[in-house]
């Protein structure tokens, strides 16, 4: 079994609004074991980040000035999932910027692999934890976070 997890950063909050992704990471996951199979990519998104998304995520216009479009990045990173399933940490989010990146790019939805997120089940299983973020869960199963 084989899936990609995925995560991406954005200009903002809202795809319906116009915001768009500026980055975008993926690692197949196979029989359980991360692979050498990576996907990155920054992507000029041709419009200003929000002061508050540039404080989540780091990024500023200037990092993303020789960024490739979007036009050049989806399709290879949908290239890249091929079939496996999408994996992601708050995925609802993360998959409307990625559905709303193809429309702009008219790809049809059904290239699209299912998807699953974390969060979801996290809440599911452990609903009596206060927080459920990942550095949060991480902590509860005592899995060492690593920031490179």
């Given at each position: 079994m084989?899936?990609?997890v995925f995560d991406t950063?954005?200009?903002g909050l809202s795809p319906q609004m116009g915001d768009r992704i500026i980055e975008i990471a993926a690692i197949r996951v196979r029989n359980g074991h991360m692979t050498d199979e990576v996907f990155h990519s920054l992507i000029n998104p041709k419009r200003m980040i929000s002061f508050g998304a540039s404080r989540v995520n780091n990024m500023t216009q200037e990092m993303l000035l020789d960024a490739p479009e979007a036009s050049e990045v989806i399709p290879k990173f949908l290239e890249f999932v091929g079939v496996d399933v999408l994996v992601a940490h708050n995925a609802e989010f993360d998959m409307a910027f990625l559905k709303q990146e193809m429309k702009l790019l008219n790809i049809p939805e059904q290239k699209l692999p299912p998807f699953l997120c974390t969060l979801d089940?996290?809440?599911k299983k452990n609903p009596d934890l206060p927080r459920h973020t990942l550095s949060a869960l991480?902590?509860?199963?005592?899995?060492?976070?690593?920031r490179k």
């Open positions: 084989a899936y990609v950063e954005t200009t089940k996290a809440q991480a902590q509860y199963f005592g899995i060492p976070m690593d």
